[in-house]
């Protein structure tokens, strides 16, 4: 057998191990807001591979044997995360089976080269639930504590209670949505995208 149905078939039966991890990612990105911006990612990456493809086929190919402990560890964290029911650990496993492949089959120079395309794939993960509350709540008391020194500017009386406004008349909640993490994380996400089209034009 080549080396390429090797390569094709370890690749089906990675797709294969990763399908429900994958399903289960998009569905996050169709029913969350804040990691709609997940669909662009792979897209994006994608579009930078197809532009490299001259560059890519024109690297030699020296396959490396160090690609399997690079393997053997993205197997280990995804086994970790299944267990654990870890998604942001299972998902980000995926990256390493990635450079694994990679590097097992084409070699360094090919990682390399896909470096930027392949590094950004991360933003379509989405940040771990602990980590996430640990951000958007702070962000949550300082829209809170901003609005609640405004509003007196403009005649309106406020009291302020962690992230809820009592206004004379009704209770405002300062939700997730209006911390600012969304905005946060899809600019973040175009600024990438913006900076590498800026760099490559030049």
Not at 30 to 50: E, I, Q, R, T
Not at 159 to 180: D, H, K, T, W
Request: net charge positive; charged share 10%.
């Amino acid at each position: 057998m080549t080396s390429r149905w090797q390569a094709a078939l370890i690749v089906l039966l990675v797709g294969w191990i990763y399908l429900p991890i994958l399903a289960r990612l998009s569905s996050q990105w169709w029913h969350d807001p804040n990691f709609s911006h997940g669909f662009f990612v792979p897209a994006f990456s994608f579009y930078v591979l197809w532009e490299k493809r001259g560059e890519l086929a024109a690297l030699r190919k020296k396959p490396s044997w160090t690609g399997l402990p690079i393997l053997i560890s993205a197997l280990a964290i995804l086994i970790i995360g299944v267990l654990g029911a870890e998604l942001f650990l299972s998902r980000l496993s995926l990256l390493f089976v990635i450079a694994g492949l990679v590097v097992f089959f084409l070699g360094w120079r090919h990682q390399k080269t896909i470096l930027f395309p392949w590094a950004f794939l991360l933003m379509m993960i989405p940040i771990p639930s602990i980590l996430f509350n640990q951000i958007t709540f702070p962000l949550q008391l300082l829209a809170s504590k901003l609005a609640a020194h405004v509003l007196p500017w403009m005649g309106v009386p406020v009291f302020r209670e962690g992230n809820v406004i009592q206004l004379p008349a009704m209770a405002l909640e300062v939700a997730e949505a209006c911390s600012g993490i969304r905005s946060l994380l899809s600019l973040a996400t175009l600024a990438i995208i913006y900076g590498y089209l800026m760099e490559n034009r030049s």
